[in-house]
């Protein structure tokens, strides 16, 4: 861990693999949580994974190249985007009452807990 930081990954250069053979450098642009697996954008399955973790470069100043993806603090608003997905998604076979669905769009906004407690990692790509 570099002194100074909470998380291990903080400004790192993450080495991303699948066993598809995609391969992919993400900068986590923060000292914050990033998930180790990930949908992996040549073959779909959740199988990107964070390797060679002793080979990631702390670059701080990391300047992102076009369509380059960093790890970056989700926002309130995606948050309950990502929420309101989920809830469409599972209505057919979890259906929520609408005050119940109110609550997690809610929830998620405010990130107490759960899959968007205060940066949370949100993936996004240099355009
Ligand atoms: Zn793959």
């Known amino acids: 861990m570099t002194v100074g930081h909470v998380h291990g990954e903080a400004f790192k250069l993450m080495i991303y693999a699948c066993k598809c053979g995609h391969r992919e450098v993400i900068w986590n642009s923060r000292d914050g949580v ?10 779909g ?3 990107l ?27 309130p608003d995606e948050a309950e985007a990502i929420m309101r997905r989920r809830i469409a998604r599972m209505r057919d076979q979890y259906p929520l009452s609408p005050e119940d669905e109110t609550k997690l769009i809610h929830e998620s906004r405010e990130g107490a807990e759960g899959d968007f407690r205060k940066g949370w990692p949100f993936l996004d790509r240099n355009l």
Not at 34 to 43: H, V, Y
């Open 34 to 43: 990033t998930p180790f697996g990930l949908n992996c954008p040549s073959c």
């Open 45 to 47: 399955g959740l199988s």
């Open 49 to 75: 994974n964070h390797v060679e973790w002793s080979r990631g470069v702390y670059a701080p100043k990391h300047t992102l190249h076009q369509d380059q993806r960093f790890w970056r603090d989700g926002t």
